[in-house]
């Protein structure tokens, strides 16, 4: 799988958009990015994934750039209950794949 | 919304003994998982289960671990003889293929 580089941590104003960068220079051909969040020692939550189009659910969007080197998710209006890690795992999607988490971004939402 | 659930959502237990810790994944769910995470660590693969038999294991997941889904909603994992560091935070995952994983609320495991 594709190695991920995230920022360790940022900041963001309470009812502003956060973005969070993820760097995936070596992804390959058939990867997805999949992101997923972990909230204070809770389990990690699926957020949304992409292939190479841009994405948006009811959570987040997904914005992976055109030689699908890097990609940001964003959250439109941050809350203070989006306070999380946020993890960028790239990888293939043939069923079953386990995920590999680093590190993330740890996300703090600022009142 | 379906979720996933586990039990218990604490556990303690003296080093040596044998725990199970179990997981209810989503009904129409086929793949299914268990990761752990060590206080103030990373969130750790351990084994991954489909058709009734294990897909992938991680080195963790050494011949004290054991996984089985004795009937048709429960999948389980089993630690035969816990040690100090099998203390952590251990969640189920169940999907249906893909790598969209629902994650259950944890069990958190304390040897002493």
């Known amino acids: 799988d594709a190695k991920t580089t995230q920022p360790p941590s940022m900041d963001c104003a309470e009812g502003r958009a956060a973005n969070l960068p993820c760097n995936h220079s070596?992804?390959?051909?058939?990867?997805?990015v999949y992101w997923y969040r972990q909230i204070h020692s809770q389990g990690p939550q699926y957020i949304i994934h992409?292939?190479?189009n841009n994405e948006t659910n009811e959570m987040a969007s997904l914005i992976i750039t055109e030689d699908r080197k890097s990609s940001t998710l964003i959250l439109p209006h941050a809350t203070l209950r989006d306070t999380a890690v946020y993890y960028c795992?790239?990888?293939?999607?043939?069923?079953?794949?386990?995920?590999?988490f680093g590190t993330g971004t740890r996300l703090t939402i600022i009142p | 919304e379906p979720e996933v659930t586990q039990t218990p959502s604490h556990q303690v237990t003296q080093m040596g003994q044998e725990v199970i810790l179990r997981c209810v994944p989503i009904?129409?769910?086929?793949?299914f998982y268990w990761y752990r995470q060590i206080l103030g660590q990373k969130v750790e693969f351990l084994v991954s289960?489909?058709?009734?038999?294990?897909?992938?294991k991680s080195e963790i997941f050494d011949d004290q671990f054991s996984v089985e889904r004795p009937d048709g909603s429960n999948f389980t994992l089993k630690i035969r003889s816990t040690k100090l560091e099998d203390s952590a935070m251990y969640f189920c995952?169940?999907?249906?293929?893909?790598?969209?994983?629902?994650f259950g609320p944890g069990t958190r495991l304390t040897v002493t």
């Open positions: 995952a169940s999907g249906t293929g893909g790598s969209e994983q629902y």
């Open positions: 070596t992804i390959s051909g058939n990867e997805y």
């Open positions: 992409g292939l190479k």
């Open positions: 795992i790239v990888l293939s999607n043939f069923g079953n794949e386990k995920l590999t």
């Open positions: 009904s129409n769910h086929l793949y």
């Open positions: 289960f489909y058709n009734n038999e294990i897909s992938e």
